[in-house]
């Protein structure tokens, strides 16, 4: 199984990133969906074949405009490899800058936000996002409530929820845990974020095996 840490370069230039990323699964999906040699996915790309090995092997990442190239060939595959976003948190500038963050992020991915927990509730029916993030404080229904309802609800299984919140209150992480679920403290990193994508990216693509060099 392929270990996951956050990101330290996400500036969308290539560099030495140390962990499997974006670009590793993407060039592994489109190898196997296509039946590409690197050799071809690189004149297909325009680059050289020690840049595809590179990717493949998790030694640099994509600059961003060969992550659009790879994202095209991908969906012409028939690979998906958009990530949808459900945030729910009832202060609205909390919900614009996590917004921003997801948007920031060099993994693309659609975003949806309620501030209301009631709407939220019935707009995580009709999403089915792959990430939710629930706040935890919220006036009538709070994170932990919401979590449970949504648990009567029929999403699908790679669906990740993670708890947000600025309190340190670590019987916060205590309750999280019974849920089997994470918490991630406001202000939150970008870094926290990349990760949150890059993990449900690799998740929608499936249990993608490396590909032999």
């Given amino acids: 199984m392929v270990e996951y840490a956050p990101m330290t370069d996400v500036s969308g230039h290539e560099?030495?990133?140390?962990?499997?990323?974006?670009?590793?699964?993407?060039?592994?999906a489109i190898r196997q969906?296509?039946?590409y040699t690197q050799e071809a996915l690189a004149r297909e790309?325009?680059?050289?074949?020690?840049?595809?090995n590179s990717w493949e092997r998790g030694r640099s990442r994509p600059r961003r405009a060969h992550f659009l190239a790879l994202e095209s060939l991908a969906h012409s595959l028939g690979i998906r490899t958009d990530i949808s976003v459900l945030i729910i948190d009832d202060d609205p500038t909390a919900c614009e800058i996590?917004?921003?963050?997801?948007?920031?992020?060099?993994?693309?991915a659609e975003v949806y936000t309620a501030t209301d927990p009631s709407q939220g509730l019935l707009?995580?029916?009709?999403?089915?996002?792959?990430?939710?993030?629930?706040d935890i404080m919220m006036p009538e229904i709070n994170g932990f409530e919401l979590a449970r309802r949504l648990g009567d609800l029929?999403?699908?299984?790679?669906?990740q929820i993670v708890f947000v919140t600025a309190s340190t209150d670590l019987a916060i992480d205590a309750e999280a845990a019974r849920f089997g679920h994470?918490?991630?403290?406001?202000?939150?990193?970008?870094?926290?974020?990349?990760?949150?994508?890059?993990r449900a990216?690799?998740?929608k693509e499936g249990a993608i095996k490396e590909v032999a060099v």
């Fill in 201 to 203: 990216g690799a998740i």
């Fill in 15 to 28: 560099g030495q990133v140390g962990k499997k990323h974006r670009g590793f699964w993407l060039v592994s």
């Fill in 123 to 134: 707009l995580c029916g009709a999403v089915d996002p792959d990430i939710l993030l629930l």
């Fill in 45 to 52: 790309l325009g680059v050289s074949f020690a840049t595809v």
């Fill in 182 to 198: 994470r918490v991630l403290r406001k202000p939150i990193a970008q870094e926290a974020i990349d990760e949150l994508l890059l």
């Fill in 154 to 159: 029929d999403l699908n299984h790679t669906s």
């Fill in 98 to 108: 996590i917004e921003g963050l997801v948007k920031g992020s060099t993994t693309h």
């Fill in 33 to 35: 969906a296509g039946g």
